[in-house]
């Protein structure tokens, strides 16, 4: 089934975009990726951008999403996604497991593509 998807524009001359990539988020929180806390480092980024480029259109999730294609790291990350209120839109990577990913994380404000 396909969707139609609208975004609000702020401006009629452009579509303001935010990209996350390559997140590589874990199942567990006590995991890490070559020393760094992924997830910490996501945490960062959305609180960086909340007070610099706030607030997007959209926002393009892209690469590797998670490290390991499992359920619980779909819902960590779906969760620190679904924090910032706005459309956000999932192409994975070569780590992501997509029929996955968009089973998991197919809720507002949030679309996957496989």
């Given at each position: 089934?396909?969707?139609?998807?609208?975004?609000?524009?702020?401006?009629k001359?452009?579509?303001?975009?935010?990209?996350?990539?390559?997140?590589?988020?874990?199942?567990?929180?006590?995991?890490?990726?070559?020393?760094?806390?992924?997830?910490k480092?996501?945490?960062?980024?959305?609180?960086?951008?909340?007070?610099?480029?706030?607030?997007?259109?959209?926002?393009?999730?892209?690469?590797?999403?998670?490290?390991?294609?499992?359920?619980?790291?779909?819902?960590r990350?779906?969760?620190?996604?679904?924090?910032?209120?706005?459309?956000?839109?999932?192409?994975?990577?070569?780590?992501?497991?997509?029929?996955?990913?968009?089973?998991?994380?197919?809720?507002?404000?949030?679309?996957?593509?496989?």
């Amino acid at each position: 089934m396909h969707r139609s998807l609208s975004l609000t524009q702020r401006h009629k001359d452009r579509v303001d975009l935010l990209q996350l990539t390559d997140t590589h988020i874990f199942s567990s929180p006590d995991q890490f990726f070559d020393g760094v806390d992924t997830e910490k480092s996501l945490i960062q980024v959305i609180a960086y951008a909340r007070q610099h480029h706030w607030p997007p259109d959209a926002i393009l999730v892209t690469g590797d999403l998670v490290h390991e294609p499992a359920p619980a790291a779909y819902e960590r990350l779906a969760a620190n996604l679904n924090t910032m209120a706005r459309p956000v839109f999932c192409i994975p990577g070569n780590h992501d497991d997509p029929s996955l990913m968009h089973r998991i994380m197919k809720t507002d404000p949030i679309s996957t593509v496989s």
